[in-house]
């Protein structure tokens, strides 16, 4: 399996981006793709995830009601719109896949993306 995220860049305070998460390799049937990001110095941080079977969703506290991720089976591609984008956003964002029960953990997804970094000025 790869997945290749794209979309990041420069973008300022208030501002929106939306990341990409393009999947090869596998279908993903039971599996849960998520996003997390790290910022320098900082533990990974679950930011959303997405079942790719029914399409349910859930967010980190700090990204909920300014983040929306989905999902294109048909392109088996992962999305992360960003709006209200704010300077403690700024950070490497990275997907991941795996058949997860606690979709907040790092170490229970198997596959993982080479990340996109996002800064945002203030």
């Known amino acids: 399996v790869q997945l290749q995220a794209s979309g990041g860049g420069l973008v300022q305070a208030g501002g929106s981006l939306r990341l990409s998460c393009a999947a090869s390799?596998?279908?993903?049937?039971?599996?849960?793709l998520a996003w997390f990001r790290q910022a320098p110095g900082e533990e990974r941080e679950f930011v959303a995830s997405?079942?790719?079977?029914?399409?349910?969703?859930y967010y980190g506290p700090s990204v909920r009601g300014r983040f929306t991720v989905a999902r294109d089976s048909g392109r088996n591609t992962m999305f992360l719109q960003m709006n209200s984008l704010r300077p403690d956003d700024t950070a490497v964002y990275y997907c991941a896949a795996g058949v997860v029960d606690q979709v907040v953990v790092p170490g229970n997804y198997n596959e993982w993306g080479q990340g996109t970094q996002v800064t945002v000025s203030s």
């Open positions: 997405i079942s790719w079977s029914d399409g349910s969703t």
């Open positions: 390799g596998r279908t993903f049937g039971t599996y849960t």
